[in-house]
C-alpha cells in the first residue's frame, strides 16, 4: 500500500500553477474599501444631518439612538444589496480565540420585503452558553447579546454584510475580546488628554494606533493533509531537521517562490476591497516563512483587520491548493511566527506621542509619555507577559529569533544616555528665563535620536523610532488581548503621573520643574527593565534575576498575574474588567491550554502507535532477514545486527514512554482546580514526555528507509511548492 505521504508528494508533482485574480483596477485607489460601508459610504447614503450625527458619535466613541440606527440600517441594506448581498450578520470575537457570525437574511416572508431595522443593527441574539464563558453562564442559560460597535465599519465578505460587535452574557459580563479593548482605549484617551494638556490645552483626543506584522508559514495543502498532527494541533510534534533549515540566511527577503506570490497577490486584493491597507509582503527567516504588514490604524480597527485579515489568507489559500500555518512554533528547530504589534498615541492634531519634535516643548511632552511607558512595563512585566501567554507562543518564546519569556524594553545606547543624563542632572530650579530644556539636553532629542535608535530583534518590547514595538505577541493570538493590558497599564501610570505634578503645582513648584522631577524618578525606578544586549543569551537570564525580572515560561504559571490584588484593582479601576470578566477569562485560558497539550499529546500518540512504530518494526524485519542472510552466508552482520539493536531500543522508548504519558494523563484529568491540571499538562505531560518521544521518534526517522517513512518530511514541507 503507498503511503499517504507518496500520494501528496505525486499530488505537489502534478500541481497546475493557479494565477491570481485580476484587480479590479491596476490603481489601488479605485478599489480601496469599496467592499466597506464607512464613513464615505455613509455620506453617500445618509442625509447630511444624520451623517453628522453619526460621524460625530463615531469619532467620539458615543452611542447611536434607535432612530439614527435605523437610518444607517436602511441605508446599509440598500447599499449591500445593490452589490447583491442577501444576507447581514453580527461579526464577533468570542473567547475561542477566533471570530463568529450568525447569517440572518434581509428578507421578510410576512411582507414579502426585504427588511433591515435598526433594533436589528443595534443587538442580536446569539446563544451565550455555547462559547466559552467561564462558568458566567451555565449551560441551560443560554440568552447572550452581540452589539453593534460603530467605531469599526460594517464590510462585505463573501455574499454577507458583516456588523462588527461586542458579545455580551445576559447579565452584562463580556464574552469576547473586542469589549475590553473598547474600555482600555478609553482608558488611555482620558488619561493621556490629562497629560497632554499640561503641553497643549488644544489636545480634547489621544488615539491608540496599531500596525500589527504577521508573520505565518505556507505549505502545500496535500502536504499538510497528510500530516495528522498539522490538521490536530497546527504545529509538527514529530519531524527531524533537514539538512538545509534557516542556517544559510537565504530565504530572508529573497524571491518570492511563484505559487505564493500568486496567494499573496489574491489576498492582498480581497484585504484592500475590505479596507485593510496592507502595505508589505516578504519572506521570512525560516523556509517557507513570510509577512505580511498593514498600514497603521486606530487599534480597534486594526485589531479587528487583523483578525479578517488571518481569515482571508485561510480561505484564499485553498484556491492555491495551499495552507497557511499561524501556529507560533510549527516546526521545531526552525524561526518561530509573531505577530509585532507596533504601538504609539495620536493626538486628535495630528502629533504622534512617541515622535520627537524640534520644539523643546514637545520633546518634555515626549519625555513625558516615552518615560511613563517604560514605567508602566516595569510596574506590570508580569502582566504584560501574561498577556501574551498561550500554549503555541510558549514554544516560540526565547527560541529561533523570538524574544524571551523576561520581559524588558530596548530603547538603543542614545536614547539611554538621554535618559540617564537627564536623571544625574542636578539642580533644575532654574531662575525666570534661564533656558531649563537647554540645561536638561531637551532641545537635541530629534539629532540624538535620528537615525540613530537601533532595532534589537531579541527584546520583547523594543522602541524603533516613533512607536513602541510588542515583539512577543505570538502569530495565531487575537491581538486585542495583549492590547487590553498595554493600553490599560500605560492609562494607569499617566493618571498616576498627573496625580503627582498636580500635587506638585499645588504646593507652588513651576510646572515644568514638577515634570522634570517626577520623570527623573520614573527613570530610576524603572531602570531594572531596560536592556540593549542580546535577549538570548544565558547571562542576560543571570543578570535578569539579578535585577528581580520575573522569567516566567509557561502559560498557566504567567496567567497568574492577570489574578493578582493588584491586577484585579487595576482592570476594575477603570472599569475595563470586573474581577467576574477577569477571572472567568483568565479560567478560559487554562482550560484552553489544557486542551491544546492533551491534543498535542494524543495525537503525538496517536503517530508514535499506529504510524511510526509499525513501520519502524516492518523495517526491523527487513533487517533481521537480512542480518539472517548474511549470517547464512557467513558475512559478517554486525552492523546490521547493530542498527536492529538501536530501532529496538527506540521503539520501546516510545511505546513505553507513551504508556506513561496515557495514564498520567488519566491522573491529571481528575485534578479539580483548573490551575492545578493546567500546570500539571505543562509540567507532567509536555515538558515531562513531549522531547522525550519526539527524539526517539526522529531519531527512527533517520533509520528507516526513506520509501518505508510514513510521515510527509521536514524537507518536503518547507522546500515543495
Same mark, same amino acid.
Given at each position: 500500500?503507498?503511503?499517504?505521504?507518496?500520494?501528496?508528494?505525486?499530488?505537489?508533482?502534478?500541481? #497546475?500553477?493557479? #494565477?491570481?485574480?485580476?484587480?479590479?483596477?491596476?490603481?489601488?485607489?479605485?478599489?480601496?474599501?469599496?467592499?466597506?460601508?464607512?464613513?464615505?459610504?455613509?455620506?453617500?447614503?445618509?442625509?447630511?444631518?444624520?451623517?453628522?450625527?453619526? =460621524?460625530?458619535?463615531?469619532?467620539?466613541?458615543?452611542?447611536?439612538?434607535?432612530?439614527?440606527?435605523?437610518?444607517?440600517?436602511?441605508?446599509?441594506?440598500?447599499?449591500?444589496?445593490?452589490?447583491?448581498?442577501?444576507?447581514?450578520?453580527?461579526?464577533?470575537?468570542?473567547?475561542?480565540?477566533?471570530?463568529?457570525?450568525?447569517?440572518?437574511?434581509?428578507?421578510?416572508?410576512?411582507?414579502?420585503?426585504?427588511?433591515?431595522?435598526?433594533?436589528?443593527?443595534?443587538?442580536?441574539?446569539?446563544?451565550?452558553?455555547?462559547?466559552?464563558?467561564?462558568?458566567?453562564?451555565?449551560?441551560?442559560?443560554?440568552?447572550?447579546?452581540?452589539?453593534?460597535?460603530?467605531?469599526?465599519?460594517?464590510?462585505?465578505?463573501?455574499?454577507?454584510?458583516?456588523?462588527?460587535?461586542?458579545?455580551?452574557?445576559?447579565?452584562?459580563?463580556?464574552?469576547?475580546?473586542?469589549?475590553?479593548?473598547?474600555?482600555?482605549?478609553?482608558?488611555?484617551?482620558?488619561?493621556?488628554?490629562?497629560?497632554?494638556?499640561?503641553?497643549?490645552?488644544?489636545?480634547?483626543?489621544? #488615539?491608540?494606533?496599531?500596525?500589527?506584522?504577521?508573520? !505565518?508559514?505556507?505549505?502545500?495543502?496535500?502536504?499538510?493533509?497528510?500530516?495528522?498532527?498539522?490538521?490536530?494541533?497546527?504545529?509538527?510534534?514529530?519531524?527531524?531537521?533537514?539538512?538545509?533549515?534557516?542556517?544559510?540566511?537565504?530565504?530572508?527577503?529573497?524571491?518570492?517562490? =511563484?505559487?505564493?506570490?500568486?496567494?499573496?497577490?489574491?489576498?492582498?486584493?480581497?484585504?484592500? #476591497?475590505?479596507?485593510?491597507?496592507?502595505?508589505?509582503?516578504?519572506?521570512?527567516?525560516?523556509?517557507?516563512?513570510?509577512?505580511?504588514?498593514?498600514?497603521?490604524?486606530?487599534?480597534?480597527?486594526?485589531?479587528?483587520?487583523?483578525?479578517?485579515?488571518?481569515?482571508?489568507?485561510?480561505?484564499?489559500?485553498?484556491?492555491?491548493?495551499?495552507?497557511?500555518?499561524?501556529?507560533?512554533?510549527?516546526?521545531?528547530?526552525?524561526?518561530?511566527?509573531?505577530?509585532?504589534?507596533?504601538?504609539?498615541?495620536?493626538?486628535?492634531?495630528?502629533?504622534?506621542?512617541?515622535?520627537?519634535?524640534?520644539?523643546?516643548?514637545?520633546?518634555?511632552?515626549?519625555?513625558?509619555?516615552?518615560?511613563?511607558?517604560?514605567?508602566?512595563?516595569?510596574?506590570?512585566?508580569?502582566?504584560?507577559?501574561?498577556?501574551?501567554?498561550?500554549?503555541?507562543?510558549?514554544?516560540?518564546?526565547?527560541?529561533?529569533?523570538?524574544?524571551?519569556a523576561i520581559v524588558s524594553v530596548f530603547i538603543g545606547s542614545k536614547l539611554s544616555n538621554v535618559l540617564d543624563e537627564l536623571e544625574s542632572k542636578g539642580n533644575i530650579n532654574v531662575e525666570k528665563g534661564d533656558n531649563m530644556y537647554m540645561k536638561l539636553g531637551i532641545d537635541n532629542i530629534p539629532e540624538i535620536i535620528l537615525d540613530n535608535t537601533d532595532r534589537n530583534r531579541t527584546s520583547p518590547f523594543a522602541f524603533t523610532g516613533n512607536k513602541f514595538e510588542f515583539r512577543a505577541v505570538g502569530s495565531s493570538d487575537n491581538c486585542a488581548s495583549p492590547m487590553t493590558v498595554l493600553n490599560t497599564i500605560v492609562a494607569d501610570q499617566l493618571t498616576k503621573f498627573a496625580d503627582e505634578v498636580d500635587k506638585m503645582i499645588e504646593k507652588g513648584e513651576e510646572k515644568r520643574i514638577a515634570?522634570?522631577?517626577?520623570?527623573?524618578? !520614573?527613570?530610576?525606578?524603572?531602570?531594572?527593565?531596560?536592556?540593549?544586549?542580546?535577549?538570548?543569551?544565558?547571562?542576560?537570564?543571570?543578570?535578569?534575576?539579578?535585577?528581580?525580572?520575573?522569567?516566567?515560561?509557561?502559560?498557566?504559571?504567567?496567567?497568574?498575574?492577570?489574578?493578582?490584588?493588584?491586577?484585579?484593582?487595576?482592570?476594575?479601576?477603570?472599569?475595563?474588567?470586573?474581577?467576574?470578566?477577569?477571572?472567568?477569562?483568565?479560567?478560559?485560558?487554562?482550560?484552553?491550554?489544557?486542551?491544546?497539550?492533551?491534543?498535542?499529546?494524543?495525537?503525538?500518540?496517536?503517530?508514535?502507535?499506529?504510524?511510526?512504530?509499525?513501520?519502524?518494526?516492518?523495517?526491523?524485519?527487513?533487517?533481521?532477514?537480512?542480518?539472517?542472510?548474511?549470517?547464512?552466508?557467513?558475512?559478517?552482520?554486525?552492523?546490521?545486527?547493530?542498527?536492529?539493536?538501536?530501532?529496538?531500543?527506540?521503539?520501546?522508548?516510545?511505546?513505553?514512554?507513551?504508556?506513561?504519558?496515557?495514564?498520567?494523563?488519566?491522573?491529571?484529568?481528575?485534578?479539580?482546580?483548573?490551575?492545578?491540571?493546567?500546570?500539571?499538562?505543562?509540567?507532567?505531560?509536555?515538558?515531562?514526555?513531549?522531547?522525550?518521544?519526539?527524539?526517539?521518534?526522529?531519531?527512527?526517522?533517520?533509520?528507516?528507509?526513506?520509501?518505508?517513512?510514513?510521515?510527509?518530511?521536514?524537507?518536503?514541507?518547507?522546500?515543495?511548492?
Amino acid at each position: 500500500m503507498t503511503h499517504l505521504r507518496f500520494k501528496a508528494l505525486d499530488q505537489v508533482s502534478d500541481r #497546475k500553477e493557479v #494565477k491570481a485574480l485580476p484587480a479590479p483596477s491596476d490603481k489601488i485607489s479605485d478599489y480601496f474599501g469599496q467592499d466597506v460601508f464607512g464613513l464615505e459610504q455613509m455620506k453617500a447614503t445618509l442625509s447630511s444631518e444624520v451623517f453628522k450625527v453619526v =460621524s460625530s458619535a463615531i469619532k467620539k466613541g458615543k452611542k447611536i439612538n434607535i432612530d439614527t440606527a435605523s437610518e444607517v440600517a436602511a441605508a446599509a441594506k440598500t447599499w449591500a444589496m445593490n452589490k447583491g448581498i442577501t444576507h447581514y450578520t453580527h461579526w464577533f470575537q468570542p473567547l475561542t480565540g477566533s471570530t463568529a457570525e450568525k447569517h440572518d437574511s434581509f428578507f421578510d416572508a410576512s411582507s414579502g420585503l426585504e427588511k433591515f431595522r435598526g433594533s436589528a443593527l443595534v443587538q442580536q441574539e446569539p446563544d451565550a452558553s455555547s462559547f466559552p464563558n467561564g462558568g458566567i453562564r451555565s449551560t441551560f442559560e443560554a440568552r447572550g447579546y452581540t452589539a453593534w460597535d460603530p467605531s469599526s465599519p460594517m464590510f462585505i465578505y463573501g455574499r454577507t454584510l458583516c456588523i462588527p460587535t461586542i458579545f455580551v452574557a445576559y447579565t452584562g459580563e463580556a464574552l469576547d475580546n473586542k469589549a475590553p479593548l473598547l474600555k482600555a482605549v478609553e482608558a488611555i484617551d482620558s488619561a493621556a488628554v490629562r497629560v497632554c494638556n499640561y503641553f497643549d490645552r488644544n489636545v480634547n483626543s489621544v #488615539k491608540a494606533s496599531l500596525g500589527v506584522e504577521q508573520e !505565518y508559514f505556507v505549505v502545500d495543502k496535500a502536504l499538510y493533509a497528510a500530516r495528522p498532527d498539522l490538521v490536530m494541533a497546527g504545529r509538527t510534534v514529530f519531524g527531524h531537521n533537514p539538512a538545509r533549515g534557516q542556517q544559510l540566511d537565504d530565504h530572508y527577503f529573497g524571491s518570492i517562490p =511563484s505559487r505564493v506570490y500568486d496567494f499573496m497577490k489574491d489576498f492582498e486584493i480581497q484585504c484592500l #476591497k475590505l479596507g485593510i491597507p496592507v502595505s508589505t509582503r516578504h519572506n521570512e527567516v525560516a523556509p517557507s516563512q513570510f509577512e505580511v504588514a498593514p498600514l497603521f490604524e486606530e487599534i480597534n480597527v486594526a485589531s479587528d483587520h487583523n483578525q479578517l485579515l488571518m481569515d482571508v489568507m485561510s480561505r484564499v489559500s485553498e484556491r492555491h491548493d495551499l495552507k497557511v500555518l499561524f501556529h507560533e512554533k510549527p516546526f521545531a528547530g526552525l524561526n518561530g511566527s509573531g505577530k509585532h504589534n507596533n504601538w504609539s498615541l495620536i493626538t486628535n492634531s495630528g502629533v504622534n506621542l512617541f515622535q520627537p519634535s524640534s520644539s523643546a516643548r514637545e520633546n518634555l511632552q515626549f519625555l513625558t509619555f516615552f518615560i511613563s511607558t517604560i514605567k508602566a512595563v516595569h510596574e506590570h512585566a508580569d502582566l504584560l507577559r501574561a498577556s501574551i501567554a498561550t500554549s503555541g507562543n510558549d514554544h516560540r518564546l526565547g527560541a529561533n529569533e523570538a524574544p524571551p519569556a523576561i520581559v524588558s524594553v530596548f530603547i538603543g545606547s542614545k536614547l539611554s544616555n538621554v535618559l540617564d543624563e537627564l536623571e544625574s542632572k542636578g539642580n533644575i530650579n532654574v531662575e525666570k528665563g534661564d533656558n531649563m530644556y537647554m540645561k536638561l539636553g531637551i532641545d537635541n532629542i530629534p539629532e540624538i535620536i535620528l537615525d540613530n535608535t537601533d532595532r534589537n530583534r531579541t527584546s520583547p518590547f523594543a522602541f524603533t523610532g516613533n512607536k513602541f514595538e510588542f515583539r512577543a505577541v505570538g502569530s495565531s493570538d487575537n491581538c486585542a488581548s495583549p492590547m487590553t493590558v498595554l493600553n490599560t497599564i500605560v492609562a494607569d501610570q499617566l493618571t498616576k503621573f498627573a496625580d503627582e505634578v498636580d500635587k506638585m503645582i499645588e504646593k507652588g513648584e513651576e510646572k515644568r520643574i514638577a515634570i522634570v522631577k517626577v520623570l527623573r524618578r !520614573y527613570i530610576t525606578e524603572s531602570k531594572a527593565i531596560r536592556f540593549e544586549g542580546d535577549g538570548y543569551s544565558d547571562e542576560w537570564v543571570k543578570e535578569a534575576e539579578k535585577r528581580g525580572l520575573s522569567n516566567v515560561k509557561s502559560t498557566p504559571n504567567a496567567i497568574s498575574a492577570y489574578l493578582s490584588k493588584e491586577s484585579k484593582e487595576l482592570f476594575a479601576r477603570f472599569g475595563v474588567m470586573s474581577e467576574v470578566e477577569n477571572e472567568a477569562r483568565q479560567e478560559i485560558k487554562l482550560e484552553n491550554y489544557m486542551m491544546k497539550i492533551q491534543i498535542e499529546a494524543r495525537v503525538m500518540g496517536d503517530l508514535a502507535l499506529n504510524h511510526i512504530i509499525p513501520t519502524a518494526v516492518a523495517y526491523q524485519n527487513k533487517l533481521i532477514n537480512n542480518a539472517n542472510g548474511l549470517k547464512g552466508l557467513g558475512i559478517d552482520n554486525t552492523d546490521v545486527v547493530n542498527s536492529i539493536k538501536e530501532i529496538s531500543g527506540y521503539i520501546n522508548t516510545i511505546n513505553s514512554e507513551v504508556s506513561n504519558m496515557i495514564e498520567e494523563r488519566k491522573r491529571i484529568n481528575k485534578i479539580e482546580d483548573v490551575k492545578d491540571r493546567a500546570v500539571a499538562y505543562c509540567d507532567n505531560i509536555k515538558e515531562t514526555y513531549f522531547e522525550k518521544i519526539r527524539y526517539a521518534a526522529d531519531k527512527l526517522e533517520l533509520l528507516i528507509d526513506d520509501e518505508d517513512w510514513p510521515l510527509v518530511k521536514y524537507r518536503e514541507l518547507l522546500f515543495l511548492r
